[in-house]
């Protein structure tokens, strides 16, 4: 599975957070269909959704519904 990190929103609080999302994976291994679940603070939201979509799982497989929490957190 191919994953691009998130980009952490300039107006996101320092402490961090995460966005739970429910999204089916297509044969072709793209993500569609998806919808927030729920979240830390709607700051990250934006942030999340587009590293979500950049994803890619293997090709092949039957459509299947997964999900996922994306999680922002600074390194100290």
């Known amino acids: 599975m191919q994953q ?3 980009a952490w929103p300039l107006s996101a609080p320092p402490d961090g957070g995460w966005v739970v999302f429910d999204f089916a994976v297509e044969p072709d291994g793209s993500v569609t269909d998806f919808e927030i679940v729920s979240t830390t603070d ?5 942030a999340a959704t587009k590293s ?3 994803w890619r799982y293997p090709a092949g497989l039957d459509r299947c519904r997964h999900q996922v929490r994306v999680e922002f957190m600074l390194e100290r």
């Open 4 to 6: 691009t990190p998130p």
């Open 52 to 54: 979500l979509l950049s």
């Open 42 to 46: 709607k700051r990250f939201n934006q």
